[in-house]
T-cell receptor
Framework: GAVVSQHPSWVICKSGTSVKIECRSLDFQATTMFWYRQFPKQSLMLMATSNEGSKATYEQGVEKDKFLINHASLTLSTLTVTSAHPEDSSFYIC??????????????FGDGTRLSIL | AQKITQTQPGMFVQEKEAVTLDCTYDTSDPSYGLFWYKQPSSGEMIFLIYQGSYDQQNATEGRYSLNFQKARKSANLVISASQLGDSAMYFCAILGSARQLTFGSGTQLTVLP
């Protein structure tokens, strides 16, 4: 089945540093990538949608300059949290979709990244 | 706009018993899909089951079945013969014309030995 690899799984860093999270589709071409943020015991909230070669579309309330998304190829999307602060600590999950989504699973999820900012 | 409502923040079930997790939805799309995902404490999203809005029969996948009542706009997940490994967060989600999943708030299921 379709596999999405997300790296790193865990990251702990100091306040003020930038953190890059990678999301790769290993065996299919992901024309669309989704980035979600999840706080403990809460739901997945969509942050942004990116299409390969285009600028990402951000959801209302998500700071574009804080969360930089790049989708330069059909197999790789990155999320960079710039100048991270403790309030950015969260669980980030990516999801990938092919141009012609296959049901019953039109989207495939990475395993997520736990980000802790000290 | 799409919306998923899961009214049970937490549920307990005895091992080997069946449990129903509630999900209601709201959408103006004539065609849509409903999904259930399991999220264990490790965080990964595990796809469980899918129901298309035009599917005549309720979806089943092993111990999972989806009780789809279109007129009531409900898509409840039934887990039969619960196992300790079923303890996790469960999310209902809908996919419509916007082509992006909308998730409910989730239900934390605990299976008791």
């Amino acid at each position: 089945g379709a596999v999405v690899s997300q790296h790193p799984s865990w990251v702990i860093c100091k306040s003020g540093t930038s953190v890059k999270i990678e999301c790769r589709s290993l065996d299919f071409q992901a024309t669309t990538m989704f980035w979600y943020r999840q706080f403990p015991k809460q739901s997945l909230m969509l942050m942004a949608t990116s299409n390969e070669g285009s600028k990402a579309t951000y959801e209302q309330g998500v700071e574009k300059d804080k969360f930089l998304i790049n989708h330069a190829s059909l197999t790789l999307s990155t999320l960079t949290v710039t100048s991270a602060h403790p309030e950015d600590s969260s669980f980030y999950i990516c999801s990938a979709r092919a141009q012609e989504p296959q049901f019953p699973q039109p989207q495939h999820f990475g395993d997520g990244t736990r980000l802790s900012i000290l | 706009a799409q919306k998923i409502t899961q009214t049970q923040p937490g549920m307990f079930v005895q091992e080997k018993e069946a449990v129903t997790l509630d999900c209601t939805y709201d959408t103006s799309d004539p065609s849509y899909g409903l999904f259930w995902y399991k999220q264990p404490s490790s965080g990964e999203m595990i796809f469980l089951i899918y129901q298309g809005s035009y599917d005549q029969q309720n979806a089943t996948e092993g111990r999972y079945s989806l009780n789809f009542q279109k007129a009531r706009k409900s898509a409840n997940l039934v887990i039969s013969a619960s196992q300790l490994g079923d303890s996790a967060m469960y999310f209902c989600a809908i996919l419509g014309s916007a082509r992006q999943l909308t998730f409910g708030s989730g239900t934390q299921l605990t299976v008791l030995p």
